[in-house]
């Protein structure tokens, strides 16, 4: 059993029950793009969990986050922080008003008093540029700046990349660091796109009038505490509405690689040891949320009409559009949905793709092996990229190492096509090594990333 002292206070059981109610308006971010605040609504409520939906968009976008998220915010605090909103579809953001809006929808703003105050700070401010973790591609240690924060919390965005690459970080986060980091250490630092080589800071802060983050500003995170066969209880990736019972079966610093109880390891994931979809035993009967007890075991409800063993015929595979299904086709876990991505336009619009569920092949030691076929337009613009979740991604035959980290998995290295397949098992470099940098935008490889969305 895990006892609460190993969790981070995200994880932790909240001390009231949320006040959420389904048909509240609030702001929050869009996960599948972390530097937008969009319009949205409570679609559902389980125990301590909300699923959101982005107004205006399908429910098939529509996301869990734990009712203390600090990624939500109440109607207004955009305008009142200085922040851009995004209206709902069909509203041009001059003419969103929130006042006007509630009224037209005949619905009510979630009450400020239900959302987290955080009175934490950091040093951080936005713009400063730091050496960030490339958490797509795990290999990669890249030019980064600060472009938003929020209490204690950073917004991470890689110079001369789009904001696909973007992620939310406390400041005690281990995959930030002070700038000449990678020098001190002996790694290759990944420069801007298109920045001449060989990159060197000093002239980058002067070209680019801005600073670094102070040394002061990072803040060393304490070792996790997690050990091999503890048990917890966590939010099922290929089926959020769901947490189910996992046991820890590996570790390393900062990550914890889960195992749901009863079923395959095909389903094992890495993840971030404060990842808030974790939580103690006994989180699920505190707060009033359903905990999934592992497939075969005595207190297992019986088989629905699924075919596929284990399941019960909740949830789809094509995301909270249907909260069941009654064929393999439709189930997250069936063989066929395992070796096969989920894929949906980009609700931005425009020819873009996201990976609703990813592939999932097998696991060998320490690397999670994951890919899924880009569907998109080959002749896209740059233009059309600048927003985008223009999630390239590899097929089996093209993936030569993968490690998934923060929910999400990545190609550590990326090589041509034609290398792959003519040693899929023998990648042509060594063990010391160091990963090849990010290929440049129409790069002749024609392959980019392997990546999936790091909410699901």
């Excluded at 994880?11 to 969009?38: N, W, Y």
């Excluded at 630092?189 to 600073?211: S, V």
């Excluded at 999630?391 to 190609?411: D, F």
């Excluded at 290929?439 to 699901?456: D, I, K, M, Q, Y």
Aim: proline share 9%; charged share 20%; net charge neutral.
């Amino acid at each position: 059993m895990l006892i609460m002292r190993y969790h981070h206070k995200s994880q932790s059981i909240p001390r009231t029950r949320a006040g959420f109610k389904v048909g509240m308006k609030l702001e929050g971010v869009d996960p599948l793009h972390p530097s937008m605040f969009c319009v949205l609504s409570v679609a559902e409520v389980i125990g301590c969990r909300l699923r959101l939906h982005i107004d205006g968009f399908s429910d098939c976008y529509d996301f869990w986050v734990n009712a203390d998220s600090g990624e939500i915010k109440p109607a207004g605090w955009c305008k009142q922080t200085g922040r851009k909103l995004h209206p709902p579809k069909g509203i041009r953001e001059e003419e969103f008003d929130w006042s006007t809006y509630l009224q037209s929808t005949d619905s009510a703003a979630a009450p400020p008093t239900l959302f987290t105050c955080s009175t934490e700070v950091c040093e951080f401010e936005k713009g400063m540029k730091v050496e960030a973790v490339d958490q797509m591609n795990p290999g990669l240690v890249c030019v980064a700046s600060v472009s938003d924060v929020i209490n204690n919390r950073l917004l991470l965005h890689f110079d001369n990349w789009d904001d696909t690459y973007d992620y939310w970080c406390d400041s005690t986060s281990p995959y930030i660091h002070p700038i000449g980091w990678c020098k001190a250490e002996s790694r290759p630092l990944t420069a801007p796109q298109g920045h001449p080589e060989p990159f060197d800071w000093t002239d980058y802060l002067k070209q680019t009038g801005t600073k670094q983050a102070p040394p002061t500003a990072f803040t060393e995170r304490a070792p996790h505490l997690f050990r091999v066969k503890h048990r917890l209880e966590a939010v099922d990736r290929r089926n959020p509405p769901l947490i189910r019972v996992a046991t820890v079966t590996d570790t390393d610093h900062h990550r914890v690689k889960l195992h749901y109880d009863g079923w395959s390891s095909l389903l094992d994931v890495w993840m971030d040891s404060d990842h808030p979809d974790i939580h103690p035993v006994g989180w699920c009967q505190r707060t009033g949320h359903p905990l999934e007890p592992p497939p075969g075991s005595c207190l297992s409800p019986s088989q629905g009409v699924c075919p596929t063993a284990g399941c019960r015929g909740v949830g789809h595979v094509k995301g909270s559009r249907y909260s069941r299904h009654h064929s393999a086709f439709g189930c997250p876990y069936s063989d066929i949905n395992l070796k096969k991505p989920v894929v949906l336009p980009d609700c931005l619009g425009g020819e873009r793709t996201i990976t609703l569920l990813p592939v999932s092949l097998h696991h060998h030691g320490n690397q999670d092996y994951s890919g899924a076929v880009h569907s998109g337009s080959e002749d896209e613009s740059p233009s059309k990229r600048r927003r985008g979740t223009d999630r390239w991604l590899l097929s089996a035959n093209q993936i030569a190492s993968c490690e998934t980290g923060g929910g999400g998995g990545a190609c550590r290295r990326v090589l041509p096509v034609c290398l792959l397949e003519a040693a899929p098992q023998d990648p042509p470099w060594g063990p010391s090594d160091p990963p090849p940098q990010r290929p440049a935008l129409g790069c002749h490889t024609g392959v980019r990333f392997c990546a999936f969305s790091s909410w699901l």
